[in-house]
């Protein structure tokens, strides 16, 4: 049944043409590594291989370790830097410097994400792109539409809009995934929406708080991840719709492959609970830092019976943080801000449950808002992209609080 599902193409609907065209666009990727220092003249982002990738990120996971001694060795973290600069060229005097220091790592972490990303989508995505350009597209096959078309007494059609049409299906279907776009008047839209401005009203924590807008909203489906959530957890009556920041770089490869938590070989990067995919009922939480048009995705998350945490575990191993004796299958990191759990949850018109309390403040927390992490990637089902903007407001109190 899932074989025959698989062959099922992708579905476009109107108006999510301009979403492809957005998201697909390789010099997203491009940009982005030029802007984290990345020399691609060097090795080119459609040369990348998955053993680049996994020794980049073998070589910043020993220079975290290396970092988190008492005393770390400067000969020893100069030694390992140009073992990651050996593998992954850097522009101009980046590649010698010594990573010593969290804010260092943490650039080049962003760094080997974004070429993971690329590694799996630029080379298609550049192809792909051809498609756009019309002195790409044949003479021949041109002509011979021209003449079909004057027999039938049609008007030709505009030469770069077929290009355009013909890039905008080859880049639908390398994402292979079914996207449409959401009428505002729909109820799902209309109830989409009150959950991010309520959860938006999270920000007011944050020393720069976004106000969202939403702009626009899409479902999303792809067809093995629904057929594989709805096999596994149809059971689990501890499914929410949550929350998940999307780097817009990674969007293509997100929707093509689906949330994925890091590789074994990857540092954790200051993660509060080690290497899991990690959600939130905040919308402002995942908007943090970044002003302007992006993209906010919303996933049911099949979170089972969770593990309560009130202070992070960074670097703790999964199996550590839920041992088998405790019979858990999430974690839920308590927030300093989080909805009203007194209210309980909504049931949406898509039958998704979302949290329906208004936020409210809980003293003595560490954490700035809810965690809900996870460890395998068959527990997410992506259902729905929000295109917000979001903007800086002055820093206003919590009513109530």
């Not at 959950?195 to 708080?209: F, I, K, N, Q, W």
């Not at 929350?243 to 994925?260: K, M, T, Y």
């Not at 939480?285 to 575990?313: D, F, K, N, Q």
Request: contains cysteine.
């Amino acid at each position: 049944m899932l074989s025959a599902l698989q062959q099922t193409p992708p579905q476009l609907g109107a108006g999510s043409e301009t979403l492809v065209q957005w998201i697909c666009d390789p010099s997203l990727l491009h940009n982005r590594a030029a802007q984290l220092g990345y020399d691609m003249v060097k090795l080119p982002l459609e040369a990348l291989t998955k053993d680049v990738i996994r020794e980049a990120f073998t070589w910043l996971r020993a220079l975290e370790l290396e970092m988190r001694r008492p005393r770390a060795s400067p000969a020893a973290l100069s030694k390992l830097s140009h073992s990651f600069a050996a593998v992954v060229p850097m522009i101009g005097t980046t590649g010698q410097e010594v990573i010593d220091n969290a804010e260092r790592l943490s650039t080049r972490i962003r760094l080997i994400e974004c070429l993971a990303r690329a590694q799996t989508m630029y080379a298609k995505l550049l192809c792909a792109s051809a498609a756009s350009n019309p002195d790409a597209v044949e003479t021949r096959t041109v002509r011979l539409r021209s003449e079909n078309c004057s027999r039938a007494g049609r008007v030709m059609p505009d030469r770069s809009e077929t290009c355009s049409a013909q890039w905008v299906c080859k880049q639908h279907r390398l994402l292979g995934c079914d996207l449409n776009l959401l009428s505002n008047d729909s109820k799902i839209w209309r109830s989409i929406h009150e959950y991010a401005m309520r959860s938006s009203e999270g920000a007011v924590t944050l020393a720069d708080p976004p106000r969202l807008r939403v702009l626009r909203i899409f479902t999303v489906r792809r067809v093995i991840e629904e057929f594989r959530f709805a096999t596994k957890y149809m059971k689990d009556s501890n499914k929410l719709l949550l929350w998940h920041s999307l780097p817009l770089e990674g969007c293509a490869s997100i929707l093509a492959h689906g949330l994925q938590p890091p590789p074994p070989e990857a540092p954790d990067d200051s993660a509060d609970f080690g290497k899991g995919l990690y959600f939130t009922d905040m919308a402002s939480a995942t908007a943090t830092g970044i002003h302007g048009r992006r993209l906010l995705l919303l996933a049911e998350v099949a979170l089972g019976s969770h593990r309560t945490l009130r202070e992070p575990m960074p670097g703790v191993d999964p199996a550590k943080l839920l041992p088998r004796s405790l019979k858990c299958n999430s974690v839920f990191g308590c927030g300093a801000i989080r909805p009203d759990p007194a209210v309980g949850v909504e049931l949406l018109p898509d039958c998704t449950r979302v949290p329906a309390g208004m936020p409210m403040k809980q003293a003595g927390m560490v954490l700035p808002y809810n965690q809900y992490v996870v460890f395998d990637a068959t527990r997410v089902r992506m259902r729905y992209l929000v295109e917000v903007v979001s903007e800086t407001v002055p820093r206003r109190s919590l009513g109530g609080c």
